[in-house]
């Protein structure tokens, strides 16, 4: 026997031997392959525990540096309120201006006793580039209308208000020409002369380029510092039903029955229109003459004015209540007035029957006069001599 069928049988035993420890060895590497996290299942739970140690520090730490940081600005504030936190008065809480408004209302008088009165009103807002950063306007654009917050600076009592509070005497009560010059009480309206000289209006958002930022409707005088801007929210700042006083709603009261030019206003128009069209808001004399018809529709000059309109030289015995009479929801009455007597100029009286007035508009000179029915009349056009005061 020994032949060839044995030497195959010992070939194939050998062969199968060898296969199995092969395939032995292979399930042996993969075994230890698979196994391998287990072996250092111990080290990393130790990690992980370390890791939860350290975040668990990380976090305590900022939580107390959080209670730190409110301490310090509890603190802050307390000291703003001192140092008597009983006085009211006494707490002041610094606020710069954010922006400049550069309105067509070069003046205060003509400036409009209302948001949205004169849909063509334009003005810029031009915010501080320095404090404001760009992004901050974001999404601005996707509102129709916007609050602005502002600085009644035109105010003649702004520096004692502010800077000697205790010793600014404000008039508790304020004339209302639509009470036929009656008094109420200045919370009633939006006279400028309160309290704290801060303003509230709404315009409308026609575009933001960088950081100006484009309105219309305005009731805002040139060089206006702005505060803040809100967004206004139709769905909770319009409410339904709201009331107010019978005076309130005497619609139209001082609506002019119409506004006419004179033959020899477009020549005069066009002449100073050159100089001023680069740094106007308007894109043509046309776009300009509109304006003038929607800020003279409505009777802008002041009550005195009104009543007494061949006098301009009032007896300034009453000075300082014709310095509080404001306007029915409105504040720029009162400056009317207070420019009528700053100025002077504002109004010229000549002896015949006619009184010429002058509204000026990005810095335009706009001579017109008024007749007893409420007809307006636009004479001409003349470049303004525009210094601060007469602002
Ligand atoms: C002014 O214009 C209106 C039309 O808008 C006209 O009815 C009125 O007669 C004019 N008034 C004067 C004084 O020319
Ligand atoms: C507007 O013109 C009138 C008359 O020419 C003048 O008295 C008045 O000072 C002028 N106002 C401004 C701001 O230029």
């Known amino acids: 026997m020994g032949g060839p069928k044995s030497q195959w049988l010992t070939l194939s035993i050998t062969l199968a031997l060898a296969s199995l420890s092969a395939s032995t060895a292979i399930s042996l590497y993969l075994w230890k392959r698979k196994s391998k996290p287990t072996f250092s299942n111990g080290e990393s739970s130790k990690k992980i525990e370390q890791l939860e140690a350290s975040l668990k520090g990380a976090l305590a730490k900022s939580a107390a540096e959080r209670k730190g940081r409110i301490r310090a600005q509890q603190a802050l504030r307390e ?14 809480y610094p606020m710069a201006p954010i922006a400049v408004v ?11 006793r209302q948001p949205l009165l004169v849909p063509l009103a334009k003005a810029t807002l031009i915010f501080d580039s320095a404090r404001i950063p760009l992004p901050s306007l974001e999404g601005l654009e996707g509102y129709s209308h916007c609050w ?17 509070p205790s010793q600014s005497k404000f008039k508790a009560k304020v004339r209302v020409p639509r009470l036929n010059g009656d008094r109420i009480g200045v919370f009633a309206t939006r006279s400028p002369h309160r309290p704290c000289a801060i303003g509230l209006t709404v315009a409308k958002v026609e575009a933001i380029h960088g950081h100006k930022v484009l309105l219309s409707g305005v009731d ?20 339904q039903g709201a009331t107010v006083p019978d005076w309130v709603k005497a619609d ?18 066009a002449e100073c229109w050159l100089l001023v069209e680069k740094k106007s808001h308007y894109a043509s004399p046309d776009e ?75 810095g335009l000179n706009i001579s017109y006069r008024i007749d007893s029915n409420s007809n307006v009349l636009v004479e001409k056009v003349t470049l303004a001599s525009l210094n601060s005061k007469s602002r």
């Open 79 to 92: 000291a703003l309120r001192s140092p008597n936190s009983d006085k009211l008065e006494s707490s002041s």
């Open 252 to 269: 139209n009261i001082l609506a002019v029955a119409s506004v006419n030019f004179s033959e020899g206003f477009s020549s005069s128009l």
């Open 288 to 362: 300009f003459q509109s304006l003038i018809r929607q800020v003279l529709s409505w009777d802008i000059r002041s009550l005195s004015q009104r009543s007494r309109p061949h006098q301009p030289q009032l007896n300034t015995e009453s000075d300082d209540d014709v310095e509080k009479i404001v306007d029915d929801f409105s504040r720029v009455e009162s400056c009317r007035e207070d420019e009528a007597f700053e100025n002077g100029g504002e109004l010229v009286s000549s002896l015949t029957s006619d009184v010429v007035y002058h509204l000026i508009l990005e």
């Open 220 to 239: 805002l005088v040139d060089g206006t510092p702005v505060l803040d801007i809100k967004p206004y929210l139709p769905y909770c700042d319009s409410i």
């Open 102 to 112: 550069h309105s067509c209302f070069s003046t205060r008088n003509g400036t409009p």
């Open 148 to 164: 602005i917050i502002y600085v009644f600076h035109l105010n003649t009592d702004l520096d004692k208000l502010w800077k000697h």
